[in-house]
């Protein structure tokens, strides 16, 4: 079936935000309001000199942590130019002035993350995880409900009147004031129940927790129709073993009791639904979470998700995908048309049909570039990431054991090399072309890991531990390398883990090298050993930094001595070749400037010494930069940055130095980090500083 359909073209890009673009706001024809993971709200205005595009015109700052929803207050006698409703992680709504940018309320109530804002005749209606709803009337809370027994992830207002609002738990409600009048069941139907229960069965065969996901992310009306959802629900079968991100795979015992595979993939859906709960349509294309879910007066629907792709659909067809450089977070249509999407590249993008509005062809090339060098940037060698494979430079360490195999990058490939024991050196096998999963052992980091007493590959299990800090981690398993999700649209960690290795050893070294807290290491151990089927076996669980052999950098906590009695191990001796401090535990390290600060301040004679909020700030931005490597080649240090730094380690107690010592010796690690450092050596009594870095330095 064809259809009349004029094809979205990159029409500007606005940027800005130092972190993921998370919600968009349309202000009208000529404004646009964003939220982003940097903790600000962003006002864009059109440029008055160049109309298709936006320019920044405020910055909003108010939240102490990420913002997520976002809503527009049309102009009225109390806001002449509009205003901005917004909710974030910290559990609060802020609402906003667009005449004078600054916050005029400031709505607490809430116990977990604000997720959805809308607004209801004057009133301000906002949804949570802590799974209420809540009703703001003039700055105060005058009406509050449990909406749903699970987070609630969205709420809108229909043209009637009534509130929808979407949830973890599955269902879509329809609300008139605080009655339930309908509760939409759909987005986990019959057949998905069935197979969910049989499905948790057959894993619980192998002590694996298996939770699906199928929460409703999204809502919007469809005028004249009914609601949107959007959602990660949809499950089918397949019959190839080309396991993808989105593919699962579970043994079955078929006759002759031989064993073989059950193949299936989810899939997110869209739906859109009567105000009398029946299902219209259902869009399937999405192959990731779907966040968002928009509508636009000519029929057409927008759909942004987890797999970098901004659907458009009409009629229920998708007509065209939109691909991003990262998670689309949230996509809007402006009056227009026009499509606004947010991405966790930290980037505003709007698209347009209007010829007069679309990009020049050298800002469109590019995008494309860009896109390009994402893709490239993500490649995969026989089913390992290019980027993450260590260079020749691994072959200089020695193997464990005759036989073991390695893969390493070459240029734009991946080559295998076996250890050969009898004469101490890695032989080049071949290029690596198929995957390695095909061999039966899994790869990380070009090491092989091998399955441990797993009787089936690959599976994946999941397995969500909260933490102290509100959030998430998730273990997937597929073979041994563990795919962490530390949730929020956070990159995938891997894990990895041999049936011989220590797991207490496993877990130290992994924290420290993601510089995440230490306290999950008893949670990650535990989950280790039950996925290894080695619950009952002892090991050692005395902490010692597996980069030095020394005790722990725990913030808040007293340094522990070595045990004595523990016996000597020679693994590493003789050590050939040089042992690299290139990580950091950057939040201890925050942590412990900020504590000595404190103490400078309580000191009459050394508060002249303590550091300003302003210099705090500046700390958390420099540690911000050293955290994200991955744009280590683009990213700038100013000269404040380095001259504060610098400035502490001359002018601060010799016993409070090392966490700046700390950031200095990573800064030295980062190609801009490293030619700021020099061009200040060079300026100042660089021997000096020198002997101040490395005299005192000790392990």
């Not at 738990?169 to 069941?185: A, E, I, P, Q, V």
Request: hydrophobic share 40%.
């Amino acid at each position: 079936m064809e259809i009349d359909f004029n094809e979205y073209q990159l029409r500007c890009e606005l940027r800005g935000h130092e972190d993921d673009v998370r919600g968009i706001c349309v202000c009208g024809n000529e404004r646009i309001a964003t939220s982003s993971r940097d903790k600000t709200v962003r006002l864009w205005s059109q440029d008055p000199s160049e109309k298709r595009k936006f320019v920044s015109s405020k910055i909003l700052l108010g939240h102490t942590s990420f913002v997520g929803p976002i809503a527009w207050i049309p102009p009225n006698d109390e806001f002449t130019e509009g205003g901005v409703v917004s909710g974030g992680m910290d559990t609060l709504v802020l609402v906003w002035d667009l005449k004078s940018g600054e916050k005029v309320q400031t709505l607490k109530g809430h116990s977990l993350q604000v997720t959805s804002i809308t607004l209801d005749n004057g009133d301000i209606v906002s949804s949570s995880v802590d799974c209420t709803l809540r009703r703001w009337r003039n700055g105060q809370s005058v009406e509050t409900w449990e909406a749903h027994k699970a987070p609630i992830q969205a709420v809108i207002k229909l043209p009637s009147g009534e509130l929808v609002t979407g949830s973890s738990d599955t269902t879509l409600k329809l609300w008139r004031g605080k009655t339930c009048l309908h509760t939409f069941n759909g987005h986990a139907g019959l057949l998905f129940i069935i197979f969910r229960h049989i499905l948790m069965f057959m894993l619980s065969l192998y002590n694996i927790d298996f939770e699906c996901a199928d929460t409703v992310r999204g809502l919007a009306v469809m005028a004249g129709l009914g609601v949107l959802s959007s959602s990660h629900d949809g499950w089918g079968f397949i019959s190839e073993h080309t396991f993808k991100s989105n593919q699962y795979c579970i043994p079955a015992l078929h006759q002759n009791n031989i064993l073989c595979f059950t193949c299936f993939y989810w899939y997110s859906s869209l739906r859109l639904w009567a105000v009398s709960g029946q299902v219209l349509m259902e869009m399937v294309g999405h192959t990731a979470i779907v966040y968002s879910v928009d509508s636009h007066a000519s029929g057409l629907i927008v759909s942004g998700s987890e797999d970098r792709f901004a659907k458009i659909w009409k009629d229920g067809v998708c007509v065209q995908s939109i691909e991003h450089p990262g998670c689309v977070w949230d996509a809007k249509f402006m009056e227009n048309g026009d499509i606004v999407t947010a991405c966790s590249d930290g980037v505003v993008r709007i698209w347009t049909v209007h010829p007069d509005n679309i990009a020049d062809q050298l800002e469109r090339d590019l995008y494309a570039s860009e896109l390009s060098q994402y893709k490239t940037s993500r490649k995969r060698v026989g089913g390992l990431k290019l980027e993450e494979l260590p260079g020749l430079e691994a072959l200089k360490i020695p193997g464990t054991s005759d036989g073991q195999t390695k893969v390493v990058r070459e240029g734009d490939n991946g080559v295998a090399y076996a250890w050969n024991m009898p004469e101490q050196k890695w032989d080049k096998i071949g290029e690596v072309v198929d995957g390695p999963e095909e061999s039966g052992r899994a790869f990380h980091d070009g090491v092989q890991y091998d399955y441990g007493q797993f009787p089936v590959v690959p599976l994946h299990s999941l397995l969500a531990l909260s933490s102290s800090d509100s959030f998430l981690i998730n273990f997937y398993f597929c073979g041994s390398v563990f795919d962490v999700d530390i949730g929020d649209g956070m990159p995938i960690r891997k894990l990895p883990y041999n049936r011989s290795d220590n797991p207490y050893d496993v877990a130290d070294k992994w924290l420290l090298k993601e510089n995440l807290p230490l306290s999950f290491r008893e949670q990650i151990v535990q989950f280790i050993l039950q996925n290894t089927g080695q619950k009952d076996v002892t090991f050692d669980a005395s902490f010692r930094d597996p980069y030095t052999g020394a005790n722990a950098y725990v913030p808040g906590q007293p340094s522990r001595t070595s045990d004595a009695s523990a016996k000597p191990t020679f693994k590493h001796i003789p050590k050939k070749g040089m042992l690299g401090f290139d990580t950091a535990q950057f939040d201890g390290i925050l942590k412990k400037i900020t504590e000595f600060n404190s103490a400078l301040q309580s000191d009459q004679e050394k508060q002249n010494l303590s550091l300003t909020e302003l210099d705090v700030s500046r700390l958390g931005a420099i540690v911000k930069i050293l955290k994200d490597t991955s744009h280590y080649h683009s990213s700038k240090f100013a000269d404040a940055d380095i001259s504060l730094l610098l400035n502490l380690l001359r002018s601060w107690p010799i016993s409070m130095i090392f966490p700046v010592i700390d950031l200095v010796r990573m800064i030295v690690l980062h190609p801009d980090g490293a030619t700021m450092l020099h061009k200040h050596f060079q300026a100042e009594n660089g021997i000096k500083i020198t002997i101040i870095l490395f005299s005192d330095f000790k392990l």
